[in-house]
T-cell receptor, first 113, second 111 residues
Framework: GQNIDQPTEMTATEGAIVQINCTYQTSGFNGLFWYQQHAGEAPTFLSYNVLDGLEEKGRFSSFLSRSKGYSYLLLKELQMKDSASYLCAVRGGLSGGYNKLIFGAGTRLAVHP | DVKVTQSSRYLVKRTGEKVFLECVQDMDHENMFWYRQDPGLGLRLIYFSYDVKMKEKGDIPEGYSVSREKKERFSLILESASTNQTSMYLC??????????FGPGTRLTVL
């Protein structure tokens, strides 16, 4: 089957660093996405990894290990506005000629002062 | 910037009603998607379309149908709404292998 696991909830302190892990088992792999979703709003794209290694984008970095089926999103210098859900999504095997995205249930991050 | 719009932010319907959810994107994307999002379950794909008049079933198509008559518009239809279709519905679009851009969502309540 296809499965994406990430922690349900995490808490962290303003100014700190937090790492959100994601493990996946999918039929085929064609890239991994991280999205941020504030309560009541649409998911917004954060990062994309298709090769092993670290991708850095400002305060946010994302890491991928394809052999381990593992990714993490690293958030540095946390701000209160980073309180949101973080969704891990894998582009898996072909279906009808298209690589579908399979989403994890999301990790709700609460940043405290 | 890509803009994906959905016809309503909030919608309340009665059991048995036919419900139309509209989605429009303005970036000439060939791929469009309908998801529902429920607590603890994440986003689940209902239907997607990779071209005008083309549609593919996602993971949970039962009770839904779709229409894509024009490239920019993708409609989700609940033929006879039921209470278990109360959910947040999200539309998304993409081009090629790029990431998906989401609309603001429609929170549907079926009474």
């Amino acid at each position: 089957g296809q499965n994406i696991d990430q922690p349900t909830e995490m808490t962290a302190t303003e100014g700190a660093i937090v790492q959100i892990n994601c493990t996946y088992q999918t039929s085929g792999f064609n890239g991994l996405f991280w999205y941020q979703q504030h309560a009541g709003e649409a998911p917004t794209f954060l990062s994309y990894n298709v090769l092993d290694g670290l991708e850095e984008k400002g305060r946010f970095s994302s890491f991928l290990s394809r052999s381990k089926g593992y990714s993490y999103l690293l958030l540095k210098e946390l701000q209160m506005k980073d309180s949101a859900s973080y969704l891990c999504a894998v582009r898996g095997g072909l279906s009808g000629g298209y690589n579908k995205l399979i989403f994890g249930a999301g990790t709700r991050l609460a940043v405290h002062p | 910037d890509v803009k994906v719009t959905q016809s309503s932010r909030y919608l309340v319907k009665r059991t048995g009603e036919k419900v139309f959810l509209e989605c429009v994107q303005d970036m000439d994307h060939e791929n469009m998607f309908w998801y529902r999002q429920d607590p603890g379950l994440g986003l689940r794909l209902i239907y997607f379309s990779y071209d005008v008049k083309m549609k593919e079933k996602g993971d949970i198509p039962e009770g839904y149908s779709v229409s894509r008559e024009k490239k920019e518009r993708f409609s989700l239809i609940l033929e006879s709404a039921s209470t278990n279709q109360t959910s947040m519905y999200l539309c998304a679009s993409s081009s090629g292998t790029a990431g998906q851009f989401f609309g603001p969502g429609t929170r549907l309540t079926v009474l």
